[in-house]
């Protein structure tokens, strides 16, 4: 082909102007192959030949600013790149055809693509036979994105990428890198706007803040050893179980000798031990989704789909799990779908429009946290997030997911005043589309991970957050009993002079308490924000403090519901918590904190080992008052009783510091009844005083019961005993 032929044959000067300015929305129609005749921009190149079988073909500089063209050859070929003394070659991308396959694009397209992951992000693949990079974004409204970072000098110009038209999805295969680069998305707006450089919205990896590049990852590749864990996981989860949770985040559990922040490998190492020792069940981590701003403790993502890079990368997060599984510990993670950070780089006015958040700041902005809403009405903003909720379960082997927030999704009126929120369609103050959203992630957990649950934090009220879909509700399988912690907190928080006079902040919760499936939660949320620690909360001085503390775990502890502490409140943690610092581990030297750290791995253990402790949680049949209308000496008695033939448990606590002696307790069966928790022991820093072993019913009529027990109660104490036969 000769110079007229070629320049014949060279695109209009348009197009060559929309390439050279970033401009162009259809960079496949311009570069390439075409009609026999080759182009290529290379803006850093003084030369170009095209290499291939036949031979070497030199292309003609049409253009200073870089534009080749010339003969095309045939088959597949290779680029060589001369700039003054340097030489190099590379594959052409736009030599190679689409990665994506047809059904996925119609799936997209229809916001039904459950596992979006697999197609969007960067993908190490080979392709054509050329090992690379697959990248793919959702943004419909641009018009044109380009995939940067070192490979290409940041230099929007050089990897535009090709449109899919029916979902509005960007590809490209960038030949010739593989994990570890770093990228992100230039996009240009519909009105040309060239926007700040955006994350990956379905990234598997991202730098480390401040930084806020993505990390070429692709889908993690751990071989699971967790084959044991997972056939008996749906037994361990189901609302009979006892399930106790340690809530953890992960930058403040324990850090090393100079404060730094250890990776999930070391965490796993001093974690899961630890766990284990103190018998709780499950352990669940604060978001560990990639946030910009640690100050928001994870719960303002903006990686979905990426563990945080501060410990690790995603191959070691999955360790962390796998030997968490091992030791027969369920995994729960916070998971953000109600809301997400405005921060540039993030998914704001992605494409140049409000594409993931409602444009009318009354239904997609967060007064409360300056955070934007996700238009759950979407269809491919709800395939998203339900991609999400799936890739944590699917790639990570994940137990539970614990759904944030719930309560500012379920309400259009959330934290807002009149006129600042839009009704429904039906007038109403719902957010309809938010809870056909959960119906569908719940439903989706449920049949694409048997065993798996998920858990509402959710403080309203709101019907049937815990019940099936099927019977009307939302389908979660358990709803934090917001309303549970707050009287009982309350409640210990009172001089316990004053106690006889709120005796219903403890009793009021039984009345609700089987409306739900309920997790009892003393989280993180109560102890930061000048609430102080748990210990600070409690009344009295430094005895007392530590007294109402062990009653108050030993009052949680056997009440109905799941329960959850957040870490350092199992050793009564002094101050309160600061993400920035380790726990206080020191404290254990004192014998008042360590008393408090062996009364919570013991009252895990009568937990698991007392049926009638656990198997009703959910369910009005395994709770029976006794008496609570001892107000005046502020003491509770209660019976709690399993659906087999498990003996009852007894509770007693007395809220006093006063202790009672030869105190009369209506018994439900006559014989020997052994005392297997006394909270006051001198071990857990108590006064000693109680019952130390069995105590014999006698004929004696008392609580409306045949026969009664005459007990010691210590000074704010809960104790529980048990017919010596189950002891």
Not at 221 to 237: K, L, N
Not at 396 to 423: C, I, N, Q, T
Not at 572 to 586: K, V
Not at 692 to 714: F, I, K, M, N, Y
Request: net charge negative; with cysteine; hydrophobic share 35%.
């Amino acid at each position: 082909m000769n110079d007229s032929a070629i320049l014949n044959d060279a695109p209009a000067t348009s197009d060559i102007e929309a390439i050279l300015r970033g401009n162009h929305h259809d960079p496949f129609a311009v570069l390439g192959r075409h009609h026999g005749t080759l182009r290529v921009f290379s803006p850093q190149a003084a030369e170009v030949t095209a290499l291939s079988p036949s031979g070497e073909v030199p292309l003609q500089r049409i253009h200073p600013e870089g534009f080749f063209t010339g003969p095309a050859p045939e088959g597949a070929y290779r680029l060589r790149m001369r700039a003054g003394e340097n030489t190099w070659e590379a594959e052409d991308p736009y030599r190679f055809g689409p990665v994506m396959g047809e059904m996925d694009e119609y799936l997209l397209a229809e916001g039904s693509h459950r596992r979006l992951y697999g197609k969007l992000g960067a993908h190490p693949v080979t392709h054509e036979g050329v090992e690379g990079v697959a990248f793919a974004v959702w943004a419909p409204n641009a018009r044109r994105v380009s995939v940067v970072g070192p490979f290409n000098a940041w230099d929007g110009r050089r990897h535009p990428m090709r449109k899919r038209i029916g979902p509005g999805i960007w590809e490209l295969f960038v030949p010739g890198i593989g994990r570890g680069e770093t990228y992100k998305y230039e996009i240009v707006s519909a009105h040309g706007e060239r926007l700040p450089l955006k994350t990956d919205p379905v990234g598997f990896s991202q730098e480390q803040p401040p930084e806020t590049a993505s990390i070429v990852e692709g889908l993690n590749r751990h071989e699971w050893q967790d084959g044991d864990w997972m056939s008996v996981r749906a037994a361990r989860q189901d609302r009979k179980a006892p399930i106790s949770i340690y809530e953890v985040h992960l930058g403040s559990w324990r850090r090393g000798a100079e404060a730094e922040i250890l990776d999930y490998d070391t965490m796993a190492d001093l974690l899961v031990p630890y766990v284990t020792r103190m018998g709780f069940t499950h352990i669940e981590f604060l978001p560990v989704s990639e946030h910009p701003f640690t100050g928001s403790w994870g719960y303002q993502p903006v990686g979905l789909f990426a563990p945080t890079s501060r410990f690790g990368d995603p191959e070691a997060f999955a360790r962390l799990v796998d030997r968490l599984h091992a030791a027969e510990i369920g995994v729960i993670l916070d998971w953000v779908p109600a809301h997400f950070p405005s921060d540039a780089h993030g998914l704001a006015r992605f494409d140049g429009t409000s594409l993931y958040e409602h444009a009318d700041p009354r239904q997609g902005f967060h007064q409360d946290w300056n955070t934007l809403i996700y238009n759950f009405g979407r269809r491919e903003v709800s395939n998203f997030l339900q991609s999400s909720a799936l890739y944590w379960l699917d790639r990570f082997h994940v137990d539970a997911l614990r759904v944030d927030a719930v309560a500012s999704m379920l309400y259009l009126d959330y934290s807002r005043k009149d006129g600042e929120w839009v009704p429904n369609e039906f007038g109403g103050n719902e957010n309809l589309e938010a809870i056909s959203f959960l119906k569908d992630v719940n439903e989706r957990v449920r049949q694409d991970h048997p065993g798996a649950i998920t858990i509402a934090e959710e403080s309203t009220a709101f019907p049937k957050v815990s019940r099936p879909v099927n019977d009307g509700g939302l389908g979660f399988n358990f709803k934090w009993n917001m309303g549970w912690m707050h009287d009982t907190l309350g409640y210990f928080r009172r001089d316990p002079l004053h106690r006889k006079h709120h005796q219903h902040d403890l009793t009021f919760g039984l009345v609700y308490a089987f409306s739900e499936d309920f997790v009892l939660p003393l989280s993180h949320d109560e102890v930061v924000h000048g609430k102080g620690s748990l210990i600070r909360q409690m009344a009295g001085d430094r005895w007392q403090k530590f007294a109402n503390l062990r009653a108050y775990f030993g009052f949680m502890w056997t009440q109905p519901g799941k329960k959850l502490i957040f870490m350092g409140g199992e050793f009564a943690q002094d101050r309160e918590w600061n993400h920035d610092q380790s726990l206080d581990w020191h404290l254990l030297e004192d014998p008042m904190h360590e008393g408090v750290q062996s009364l919570v791995a013991d009252l895990n253990r009568v937990y698991r080992d007392q049926p009638a402790l656990h198997r009703l949680d959910c369910d009005p049949a395994g709770f029976e008052w006794i008496d609570a209308s001892d107000t005046e000496n502020s003491v509770l008695v209660y019976l709690r009783k399993s659906d087999d033939d498990a003996p009852p448990c007894l509770v007693i606590c007395n809220l006093t510091p006063t202790p009672h002696h030869d105190y009369r307790v209506g018994a439900p069966l006559p014989g020997l009844w052994r005392e297997v928790m006394n909270t006051d022991e001198a071990r857990y820093g108590g006064s000693n005083l109680g019952n130390h072993g069995l105590v014999a019913t006698d004929e004696a009529p008392w609580h409306g019961r045949d026969q009664s027990l005459s007990l010691t109660l210590p000074p704010l104490s809960t104790i529980i005993l048990v017919p010596e036969a189950a002891a």
